[in-house]
């Protein structure tokens, strides 16, 4: 064997050698970027995690820092009950099969999150109603809050106290995210949205509040 060939041996063998380490060089670069992707995607979930829970914490201190008078919060909270009435019945109405799985808004918003055709249905409610999930969260935090000291009341005696409820929404409330859903809540009712008849109404009503005024 000559000088040539053992070089040249020689030279194939760093050659090869070259190559292990280039793959086992490329194959750390697609771990690490598997990584970097992982860690990115759990930033980017963390991120929105924090900016909602952020948005949710400003909403419970818009919801408990405005200052309503008893006879102001009785009727923006009974606007919130017939909206939320509404859209418990009108999802029922669509899944008459499972009215009996469904007894509460509380039900559906739980079921929706694993069921496609609860979720569709709820979707769909919503865009009929001009309603978004931000709506349903802003409403279902006013009624938390406010349920236990808040007393209905029916349309005409709200027209009796006021007349302008949207003007009152937007003088009082400065959070605009609780103001915008106060608004389209009240938006639709007024347009009729909500309409049912009114034994049917006052019937869900009572399952949900003591007392009832026309």
């Keep these: 064997m000559n000088n040539e060939t053992t070089a040249l041996i020689s030279l194939k063998e760093a050659m090869k050698r070259v190559d292990h380490k ?15 992707d992982s860690l990115t995607q759990r930033f980017e979930e963390h991120s929105k995690a924090l900016a909602s ?35 418990h019945t009108c999802v029922l109405e669509k899944l008459p099969d499972l009215v009996q799985g469904l007894p509460t808004l509380a039900s559906v918003l739980r ?8 979720r569709v249905v709820w979707e769909s409610v919503l865009e009929q109603c001009g309603l978004q999930e931000g709506d349903i969260t802003a409403l279902c935090t006013f009624f938390i809050a406010h349920g236990n000291k808040a007393e209905y009341y029916g349309t005409k005696v709200r027209q009796m106290y006021i007349r302008d409820v949207a003007c009152l929404i937007t003088n009082m409330v400065e959070n605009q995210a609780l103001q915008d859903s106060l608004l389209r809540a009240v938006q639709v009712i007024e347009k009729g949205k909500a309409v049912r008849a009114p034994e049917e109404q006052k019937s869900c009503l009572k399952e949900l509040i003591p007392s009832v005024r026309n």
């Design 22 to 36: 280039l793959q086992a060089l490329e194959a750390q670069f697609k771990e690490l970027d598997c990584t970097k």
């Design 111 to 118: 079921r929706k999150v694993k069921n496609q055709r609860i």
């Design 53 to 87: 829970q952020a948005a949710q914490d400003e909403l419970w201190r818009a919801v408990l820092a405005t200052k309503f008078t008893s006879m102001e919060l009785n009727i923006l909270y009974s606007y919130i009950i017939e909206v939320l009435i509404c859209l």
